[in-house]
Every structure is written in structure tokens, then in C-alpha cells.
């Protein structure tokens, strides 16, 4: 995968994605899962999804964190062990393994660094369930039918953008700049051309046809004016985005921009970003 993610907006998003995902398609995930369960997360990051999910899982359970990037895998070891101190709970470090010691059974994690792309490299063998964050609107159609294909375990995929975005107070611009800006999410990633705001009915179909049954269930982004260092980042993302995919209309944008920004600087600046997450179980 070419296209990589900042530590700083990976820890930014974090409370908001924390806030977002569904409760109930994560029960649903957690109650297909065995007694100590394995899991596999494509494009951990700083491994978001394993502080948010293992507490929920609770009971003994290991992870193996893949990505790209090996300064986030290496930052997700650490991360993880702060946070999981934080709450009070022993952390070691047995060989190149990171347990969490809860009451309920030790959380281990491993990590290990290798391309998405390929799709016949990634360790599924051996997992319970394949899960991610905030990756499936990142990827390619075919990249998705193949990861499908190969799968006989749980597939759980939060936060897909679904290209639902409504910033309050509305601005006549506001169609133009997500329309720029959905275009802009159809790069190519590394992955093949990304489905962007498709992805969400992509991964449904692809499931469904392969004699999954699939659940889904909104997991929208609500940032309020307060939210000001998410809002910023999120219209300065949107305009730089924009302005790439339709250059034409630059001077549009950058009044779309500066409008925002000073909405924002008012504390009048609100957005709900749509995003769903999908639970394919096979039957």
C-alpha cells in the first residue's frame, strides 16, 4: 500500500472513531469468536482497533497487528503498552510479543510488517477473525473480491466512509467540494483504484455472494464546535483534496475553505461525517 497515515492524525481520530463505531455489530463479532480468540488486523496503525475491541472481547485473546508501516507498528507496541498501564493492568514483553495482563485472561499482541497488496502474503491461516479500521474505502474492488474469496472466518470492517458528509451551517458549496473530494478518494492507494464512498455496499455484495451473512450499521463521525484541532484538520483535508482532483476550481475552494475557517474560528463550525461498519459471518 503506497499511500501511508500520519502518527498524529491516527491519535487525533482515535476518541472520534472510539465514539463512532457500532456496539452492537462488535457484540455481534465478539459472539462468533471461541473461548481464546485470534485475530488479524489489516492496516493496524498504531493498533486503535485492538484498545477499542480487546477490552470489549475481554477474556484471553491474541492479535497479530499487519501494516505497511513499520514506524506504526513499532509506535502500536508502545502506545499500547501507556494506555493499557493506564488503566491499571501489568504489561510485558516476552521475545517480540507484548502481553496485557487483564483479569479476564492476557491480551497478547505480535505485529508483523508486509504489503496489503499481496493478497496471497497476508497470515490469514490460523485467526478467528479478519478485522480493520477504516481501510475498506482504501482498496480496490478486485483487492476486496479477492480478500473475500479467501476468507472462511468473521470479516469485521469499521468506519468505511460512505461519502455521507453534512457541515453545518451549510455553505452552496458544500455539494461541489464532497463531489471534488469523493473523486479524490478514488486514487489509487497501492491497492488498485479505491472504492471510496462505495465501499460500504462493495464489501456487502461481495460478502453476500460469497454466502456470508452480513450485518452493517452506521458508525457516523459527530464533531462539534468545540472539536476545533479535528475540525481544522478534516476541512484543510477536504479542500487540499478537492483542489486536487478538480484544479479547475481552485479559487472555489479556497473560498470554501476560508469560509469554514472562519466559521470555525466563530465556534460555529459543526460536521457529521458518514461512515458504516460491516460484519460478514459465514454461515
Request: a negative charge.
Given at each position: 500500500m503506497s499511500e501511508g497515515f500520519d502518527a498524529g492524525w491516527l491519535a487525533l481520530r482515535e476518541p472520534h472513531d472510539a465514539r463512532a463505531r457500532s456496539a452492537a455489530i462488535a457484540g455481534a463479532l465478539i459472539a462468533t469468536l471461541p473461548a481464546r480468540p485470534r485475530l488479524l488486523d489489516l492496516g493496524a496503525g498504531s493498533g486503535s482497533l485492538f484498545r477499542w475491541l480487546a477490552p470489549r472481547?475481554?477474556?484471553?485473546?491474541?492479535?497479530?497487528?499487519?501494516?505497511?508501516?513499520?514506524?506504526?507498528?513499532?509506535?502500536?507496541?508502545?502506545?499500547?503498552?501507556?494506555?493499557?498501564e493506564a488503566l491499571g493492568l501489568k504489561v510485558t514483553t516476552p521475545g517480540r510479543a507484548l502481553l496485557v495482563h487483564a483479569p479476564g485472561g492476557a491480551w497478547r499482541v505480535e505485529a508483523r510488517q508486509g504489503d496489503l497488496a499481496e493478497i496471497g502474503g497476508l497470515p490469514l491461516a490460523g485467526h478467528h477473525a479478519v478485522v480493520n479500521s477504516a481501510l475498506c474505502d482504501l482498496v480496490s474492488r478486485p483487492w476486496l473480491a479477492a480478500l473475500s474469496a479467501r476468507l472462511s472466518v468473521p470479516f469485521y470492517a469499521a468506519l468505511i466512509a460512505d461519502g455521507r458528509v453534512r457541515w453545518r451551517p451549510h455553505l452552496?458549496?458544500?455539494?461541489?467540494?464532497?463531489?471534488?473530494?469523493?473523486?479524490?478518494?478514488?486514487?489509487?492507494?497501492?491497492?488498485?483504484?479505491?472504492?471510496?464512498?462505495?465501499?460500504?455496499?462493495?464489501?456487502?455484495?461481495?460478502?453476500?455472494?460469497?454466502?456470508?451473512?452480513?450485518?452493517?450499521?452506521?458508525?457516523?463521525?459527530?464533531?462539534?464546535?468545540?472539536?476545533?484541532?479535528?475540525?481544522?484538520?478534516?476541512?484543510?483535508g477536504d479542500a487540499d483534496a478537492a483542489c486536487r482532483a478538480d484544479p479547475r476550481h481552485r479559487a472555489r475552494h479556497a473560498a470554501w475553505r476560508q469560509a469554514r475557517m472562519l466559521h470555525g474560528g466563530r465556534g460555529r463550525l459543526s460536521l457529521r461525517l458518514g461512515h458504516r461498519d460491516v460484519l460478514a459471518i459465514p454461515r
Open positions: 472481547i475481554y477474556r484471553a485473546q491474541a492479535w497479530t497487528l499487519f501494516d505497511a508501516d513499520a514506524g506504526l507498528i513499532e509506535a502500536a507496541f508502545e502506545t499500547i503498552a501507556l494506555w493499557a452552496p458549496a458544500d455539494r461541489a467540494l464532497a463531489a471534488a473530494f469523493r473523486r479524490d478518494q478514488g486514487r489509487d492507494k497501492g491497492l488498485g483504484p479505491a472504492l471510496g464512498h462505495r465501499a460500504p455496499a462493495a464489501a456487502i455484495e461481495l460478502f453476500e455472494a460469497r454466502g456470508f451473512c452480513v450485518l452493517s450499521a452506521p458508525s457516523d463521525w459527530r464533531i462539534g464546535p468545540d472539536q476545533t484541532a479535528m475540525l481544522s484538520a478534516i476541512l484543510h
